[in-house]
């Protein structure tokens, strides 16, 4: 995974990754949030041929608007 991949967040959208750690992404949803995902949580869908991400994951959601609380930590 590097910078510019797209990750779907299943029933959320699609994110852009900005960053990529050891242990984390940092992507933009839409234009206007910015979510930190674990990349254990991040996976590569083959049949859809993308790397996506469960909207049920524990992810935190760094800037712009509030995830739902029951979508992750906030």
Do not use: Y
Request: some cysteine; aromatic content about 4%.
């Amino acid at each position: 995974m590097k910078k510019g991949d797209r990750v779907a967040i299943l029933g959320r959208g699609i994110a852009v990754v900005e960053q990529v750690g050891g242990k984390e992404v940092h992507a933009v949803l839409g234009n206007t949030s910015m979510l930190r995902i674990g990349r254990k949580e991040i996976v590569w869908d083959e049949g859809n041929m993308r790397w996506e991400a469960d909207a049920n994951a524990p992810f935190e959601c760094l800037a712009g608007k509030r995830v739902p609380p029951d979508r992750g930590q906030l």
